[in-house]
């Protein structure tokens, strides 16, 4: 996606039961890839407070309509579902699978997991794994993407095992909140898998909300926090307009260290969620008076604060959506950093960290 980023824009593809979907147009990829929005996914991308059953609950629409879209289209055959231990638990691919009338032949586990030595990523480790091979059928997939690592080493070795049994797959349909970098990692992973299955449909990748950005090996942003190759924001990114109009109705979701957190923490490990996000709001607070506000808008928005309209609009590829909305989309940006005018980073940090605590205080011990 880096080499083509300057070609690629977000086309239209359905409005259905408050879903709205775009699909990545302008280059030929080998593969599909969808944004998907919709009303409980902003909510979860934009408000840390959301955890425990209701981040299964917010991906369920999305879900199910983008299921019923590919059904409809025939990408659908017998379906087969990966579970990556545990993020995918997160995802409510079978319950929409039910809800569309999509036959689930069976759930196959994997459990990856990160291995550190000297307090250093090292690896990772596939301790678990219980598979079904359905031969041609939709390998269905939900998991967080930033790097790839996981991804790719549960594919293959997945994807091995079809081999040795003589058996193929027809496609491989993800479901991500992630960042641009999958986009790469799944075009390489389909030149590789033509190799011997000149079949292969590719993959088709659905977005919540937007393709990601990581923050590079070595660059903790303008703060000074953040985490490479894990924290999520909107630079080099491309972000669905909903969730932009969203994100830039209020004046505390954009500084949000990531997109998403720890999504396997949000669900499960509750108190480590909220440790995280007061963490990074009481290191902000602490800080605030040496973090230049104007280069960490800017760095959130992705793009320099003075950007005319036609830079801006190739910037976030919204060059064959409706005008009026884009008109609309830029202005709102202008009169978000306006407002900030009268803010201070220490106040917004302040604010943060009183909301998430009373919002969130019965979970903490």
């Known amino acids: 996606m880096a080499n083509d980023r300057n070609n690629i824009y977000l086309e239209h593809e ?7 979907c775009y699909k990545l147009a302008g280059t030929d990829y080998l593969n599909e890839y969808y944004v998907v929005s919709e009303a409980e996914t902003r909510k979860l991308m934009n408000a840390p407070e959301v955890v425990g059953y209701e981040v299964y609950k917010c991906l369920l629409n999305s879900t199910s309509q983008m299921l019923w879209h590919l059904k409809n289209k025939g990408c659908i055959t017998s379906a087969n579902i990966l579970s990556i231990l545990r993020g995918a638990l997160n995802y409510p691919i079978e319950e929409s699978c039910f809800n569309e009338h999509i036959r689930v032949h069976d759930i196959s ?19 678990y794994n219980k598979l079904s091979l359905i031969p041609g059928s939709s390998l269905l997939i939900g998991d967080i993407i930033a790097s790839g690592e996981t991804l790719v080493k549960c594919l293959q070795y997945v994807i091995d095992i079809y081999r040795a049994r003589g058996a193929e797959l027809r496609n491989i349909i993800f479901f991500t909140i992630g960042g641009r970098q999958g986009i790469d990692v799944l075009e390489k992973l389909t030149r590789e898998i033509r190799a011997y299955w000149p079949h292969f449909e590719g993959f088709i990748t659905v977005y919540y909300e937007g393709v990601f950005n990581c923050y590079e090996p070595g660059d903790k942003g303008v703060s000074g926090i953040n985490t490479a190759l894990v924290d999520f924001y909107w630079k080099g990114g491309i972000i669905a307009p909903e969730f932009r109009r969203q994100t830039l109705s209020k004046r505390c979701p954009l500084f949000e260290k990531c997109t998403i957190y720890d999504g ?3 669900r499960y490990e509750i108190s480590k969620h909220i440790e995280e996000v ?3 709001w ?3 607070r602490d800080r605030a008076d040496a973090i230049d506000f104007g280069s960490l808008v800017a760095e959130k928005l992705g793009h320099p604060l003075d950007i005319g309209y036609d830079e801006w609009l190739a910037d976030v590829h919204y ?28 106040e917004i940090a302040e604010e943060r960290i009183a909301a998430f ?6 979970y903490m011990i």
């Open 14 to 20: 359905f409005f259905e039961q408050g879903v709205s």
């Open 109 to 127: 586990f994997l459990s990856s997991e990160r291995v550190f030595k000297d307090g250093r990523l090292d690896g990772l480790e596939i301790k």
């Open 264 to 266: 396997g923490a949000r």
């Open 278 to 280: 007061l963490e990074f």
């Open 282 to 284: 009481e290191a902000i």
């Open 319 to 346: 060059e064959r959506l409706d005008e009026r909305e884009n008109r609309w989309l830029y202005h709102q940006e202008k009169g978000f950093i306006a407002a900030l005018g009268g803010v201070t980073l220490k």
């Open 357 to 362: 605590t009373q919002t969130l205080k019965k």
